[in-house]
């Protein structure tokens, strides 16, 4: 982020997509394998863009998979490799405009915050990042507890480019990386590529765009192998006691203890008889 603008700017190719949809198609692909449930946005006309119905759909989605006890692990990613999400439909945004309908900040909306309510999903979630993702669609990134890149995907935040706010990303960016670096992506709105990205720690991994969806469910895989009691304790405990004093955050005591559960005996067991647990 030191060069210039046009230095600096990782294009993203516009390239042509279908112009006439399927009205009837879900914007949401939902499936589970095994113990992991893996959400597809599927708006690639749109670039993915998060349209009224796709989040509606996504919250749908996160809480259900969120209450189901065989999912113990959730894969968010997009359709195709033109984009992983485009951040929010401004066709929509404008339309309203033109009729006149009011903007409703996120927060105060009827229904949950979306990236909020992706954020305190019990279950780890990865985002499989198949393409560029930017403003709404980065803060989506942002939302996730791993992210994994095509190595051909973009970043930004243009939203001070379009007078918009980056509400999400302002509160969760400089909590990931040095809050100069935060601010000078916020405040410029210029992209950055994936070396940039997994320099600052935003990636966990970056791979050829057509393994990135198999990276991240052999990811999944494996978590998905480990103790559920456990790593729910684990995400609970990682979000809720983040700005917490250090003795506030020790002695938090949120949701089953895995000290107390079957699955720790289950654990030992299993170590003891040399076999795989089974939770």
Aim: aromatic letters at 6%; charged letters at 25%.
């Amino acid at each position: 982020m030191t060069k210039t603008a046009k230095e600096s700017e990782p294009s993203v190719k516009m390239t042509a997509v279908d112009p006439k949809p399927d009205i009837d198609a879900a914007e949401l692909i939902v499936e589970t394998r095994g113990h992991v449930r893996v959400l597809t946005m599927n708006r690639p006309h749109r670039r993915n863009a998060l349209s009224q119905r796709l989040v509606h759909e996504m919250l749908v989605a996160f809480v259900e998979a969120n209450a189901d006890p065989e999912i113990r692990v959730i894969v968010l990613t997009g359709v195709g490799d033109l984009s992983f999400c485009s951040g929010a439909d401004l066709k929509d945004r404008r339309e309203s405009d033109d009729e006149g309908k009011p903007f409703i900040p996120f927060t105060q909306n009827v229904e949950r915050y979306l990236f909020e309510a992706i954020l305190e999903t019990n279950k780890p979630v990865i985002a499989a990042i198949n393409g560029p993702a930017v403003a709404g669609g980065f803060e989506l990134a942002l939302a996730c507890d791993i992210r994994i890149a095509a190595d051909h995907a973009v970043f930004g935040m243009p939203e001070a480019k379009r007078g918009m706010g980056a509400h999400f990303a302002t509160v969760v960016l400089p909590r990931h990386i040095p809050s100069g670096i935060a601010f000078e992506i916020l405040f410029t709105g210029e992209y950055f590529d994936t070396a940039q990205a997994e320099r600052w720690g935003l990636l966990n991994h970056v791979v050829p765009k057509d393994q990135v969806f198999d990276k991240a469910i052999k990811l999944a895989e494996a978590i998905a192998r480990n103790a559920p009691v456990s790593i729910r304790r684990m995400k609970e405990t990682v979000i809720k006691s983040s700005g917490l004093p250090l003795a506030a955050a020790m002695r938090l005591n949120e949701g089953v203890s895995p000290y107390q559960s079957e699955d720790r005996r289950e654990g030992a067991r299993a170590f003891a008889e040399k076999r795989e647990p089974q939770w």
